[in-house]
């Protein structure tokens, strides 16, 4: 055999290997993405509940962080008013002595 047979014999074996890489490798990548397919569409229901219950959580907080802070909101100003007729009284006081 000659030099350039053997070169055309090595160039062809490393076209089959590296054709039969690509090939090998995109049959893994299907594999991967149709298990990753599978496990979505196996979690789906299951996120959609988890999520469906955080965002049921999260309205029940944010209902009480409202809640809470209308009852802040209530005793500020009843201690303003009160605070207002006590300086009133003191004011009073003030003025008749």
């Known amino acids: 055999m000659s ?24 049959l893994g990548v299907y594999s991967f993405l149709k298990n990753l397919s599978e496990f979505l569409e196996r979690t789906e229901p299951e996120v959609s509940e988890v999520a469906d219950t955080v965002k049921g959580t999260v309205d029940v907080v944010k209902e009480t962080v409202e809640s809470l802070r209308d009852t802040v909101n209530s005793f500020v100003e009843t201690f303003n008013v009160v605070f207002s007729v006590l300086r009133l009284f ?3 006081k003030k003025k008749k002595k």
């Open 90 to 92: 003191s004011n009073r």
């Open 3 to 26: 030099a350039e047979s053997v070169s055309l014999v090595i160039i062809a074996v490393c076209m089959v290997v590296i054709t039969i890489s690509i090939v090998v490798m995109a």
